[in-house]
């Protein structure tokens, strides 16, 4: 596993050690090591550009789960790259075999509709275009008879310990003692909680491996379909006690801009159905007015 002491990932490794899955995890430093040790897991010293290690490690492993990525936005056609290579050679690694690869994605994107999980991600990008190509690899690994799947994380994947986009709003807002949003259009975010993510992840592996023949390869994370970003703004409002104010301008936001943009809805319908998933835990507003955050 890739990413195993990553906010998501963390979880995802205790929920498929939970279930009695041996947890073999790519570590970076003695530091990540520990963390999986003390898990229960099972440390890989190496990193994402360590094509060797990652070979090694998905061909020796029942099944392999890639949450990696280096979310470092100074270098981030870089890290796209990284990425597609470390999917690609875990891929090949496993070619030939029944052993699903879970690949990770996100709903992130600027569009008018609904993502479903039948919808090509890469379609509603022409305004924001990602070198993060993980959706695309994964989808030529299915077409070349890999038992490949991908997982669709929202903008949004909240719970305590997040550091994420999510996090960067609260912080701004305390930064310049106000709450605010983007006024053009609507904007809306998808949400999940990061334990129900870890769920999804732990049924999505057990699905490849009971159905590698199976047409249904992507899963939508979401367990809050839309939120407004009028809605996030506003309840960060309330919980910080600062005002609310409209922008118009998105150079006004500051850091946060981006994040005001993105319009991401997403459904999780063919999921739900697909792979028995439910969430279970606290929607993002109501995380948001938590002691989580």
């Not at 190496?46 to 070979?55: A, I, K, N, R, Y």
């Not at 789960?65 to 690609?88: M, P, R, T, W, Y």
């Amino acid at each position: 596993m890739a990413g195993g002491t990553g906010f998501v990932g963390s979880a995802v490794v205790k929920e498929l050690i939970d279930n009695g899955i041996n947890v073999l995890g790519l570590a970076r430093s003695k530091s990540s090591a520990g963390k999986l040790i003390s898990w229960g897991a099972q440390p890989i010293y190496g990193s994402l550009t360590d094509l060797e290690v990652l070979s090694k490690a998905a061909a020796q492993s029942d099944a392999t789960i890639h949450l990696g990525f280096n979310n470092d936005f100074h270098h981030f056609i870089k890290s796209g790259k990284v990425d597609q290579e470390a999917i690609q050679t875990m891929g090949q690694a496993i070619e030939g075999t029944k052993k699903p690869l879970v690949i990770t994605y996100g709903t992130t994107g600027i569009r008018n509709y609904t993502q479903t999980e039948h919808m090509v991600s890469n379609k509603g990008l022409s305004k924001l275009v990602s070198p993060r190509k993980s959706e695309i690899v994964a989808r030529q690994l299915i077409n070349q008879g890999t038992n490949a799947f991908v997982v669709r994380l929202p903008p949004a994947v909240h719970g305590k310990g997040d550091r994420g986009f999510t996090k960067m709003m609260i912080d701004r807002a305390k930064e310049i003692h106000r709450a605010e949003y983007l006024g053009i259009g609507q904007h809306n975010w998808s949400a999940v909680h990061r334990l129900d993510a870890a769920h999804l992840f732990y049924l999505a592996t057990m699905y490849g491996f009971e159905n590698p023949l199976t047409d249904e390869r992507i899963f939508n994370a979401v367990g809050d379909e839309s939120i407004a970003m009028a809605d996030i703004a506003g309840t960060i409002g309330k919980k910080l006690n600062v005002p609310l104010k409209l922008r118009y301008n998105p150079v006004s936001l500051g850091n946060t801009a981006f994040l005001n943009l993105m319009n991401c809805s997403a459904s999780s319908t063919i999921t739900q159905r697909t792979l028995g998933w439910s969430p279970k835990q606290s929607g993002l507003l109501a995380d948001i007015s938590s002691s989580a955050y």
